[in-house]
């Protein structure tokens, strides 16, 4: 589906995948991929260490405790964020391998803005060189999977990873397609190639 045209919260945007996992377990919907950008919020998975948030009482946005794996990123503007809603019963009930599609499709996308984004062996993620470019942190309930990845398009979403330790690694730093492409990328540029490259690898409809 094309990026969705307003910014909305990370709340609003978890009932949304709720509802589609819902209707996928019903038999009353197919696999959905959301793609959005939200307004600006932290989001950490359930850990009992939620050390990579720093001083919680210190960030300039809203800290929202989530049920996806992994530990603390940021989303806002001129990031996109993408969520698969996928129905893994038919695709092997693997998450490592439902992980790594992820990693593949967003380092198509970014071949197509002429960026040699890769994998990083320990690591979840797209990288370029030693920078993170893209996060992802995914959750399934009942082999139907949500949450997803975060990508940075515009030097916008940049600044306020300094607040945190960007998905717990120490020292990472950050970066963005438009920084990494050097010309100007909107996100709903980004977004149309991301879509494209789901629907060709997934082989969506």
Same mark, same amino acid.
């Given at each position: 589906?094309?990026?969705?045209?307003?910014?909305?919260?990370?709340?609003?945007?978890?009932?949304?995948?709720?509802?589609?996992?819902?209707?996928?377990?019903?038999?009353?919907?197919?696999?959905?991929?959301?793609?959005?950008?939200?307004?600006?919020?932290?989001?950490?998975?359930?850990?009992?260490?939620?050390?990579?948030?720093?001083?919680?009482?210190?960030?300039?946005?809203?800290?929202?405790?989530?049920?996806?794996?992994?530990?603390?990123?940021?989303?806002?503007?001129?990031?996109?964020?993408?969520?698969?809603?996928?129905?893994?019963?038919?695709?092997?009930?693997?998450?490592? %391998?439902?992980?790594?599609? =992820?990693?593949?499709?967003? @380092?198509?996308?970014?071949?197509?803005?002429?960026? +040699?984004? !890769?994998? /990083?062996?320990?690591?979840?993620?797209?990288?370029?060189?030693?920078?993170?470019?893209?996060?992802?942190?995914?959750?399934?309930?009942?082999?139907?999977?949500?949450?997803?990845?975060?990508?940075?398009?515009?030097?916008?979403?940049? %600044?306020?990873?300094?607040? =945190?330790?960007?998905?717990? @690694?120490?020292?990472?730093?950050?970066?963005?397609? +438009?920084? !990494?492409? /050097?010309?100007?990328?909107?996100?709903?540029?980004?977004?149309?190639?991301?879509?494209?490259?789901?629907?060709?690898?997934?082989?969506?409809?």
């Amino acid at each position: 589906m094309p990026l969705i045209s307003r910014k909305i919260s990370y709340d609003e945007g978890l009932a949304m995948q709720q509802a589609a996992v819902d209707a996928l377990l019903a038999g009353q919907g197919g696999e959905v991929l959301l793609l959005l950008e939200h307004e600006p919020v932290y989001t950490i998975g359930r850990l009992r260490d939620q050390s990579s948030l720093q001083d919680a009482s210190a960030l300039p946005h809203v800290a929202v405790e989530t049920n996806r794996g992994g530990k603390a990123t940021y989303h806002g503007p001129g990031q996109l964020v993408g969520y698969p809603i996928f129905d893994l019963r038919n695709r092997g009930q693997d998450l490592h %391998a439902h992980l790594r599609m =992820i990693e593949e499709v967003l @380092i198509r996308s970014c071949r197509d803005f002429g960026i +040699a984004a !890769e994998q /990083r062996e320990g690591f979840t993620g797209v990288w370029v060189g030693g920078k993170k470019l893209a996060s992802i942190g995914v959750g399934v309930r009942k082999w139907i999977s949500m949450h997803g990845f975060a990508i940075n398009v515009t030097r916008e979403c940049l %600044a306020a990873f300094a607040f =945190i330790t960007p998905c717990g @690694i120490d020292g990472v730093e950050m970066t963005c397609v +438009a920084d !990494e492409a /050097r010309r100007d990328v909107t996100v709903e540029d980004f977004a149309a190639v991301v879509e494209r490259n789901f629907q060709t690898f997934m082989n969506l409809s």
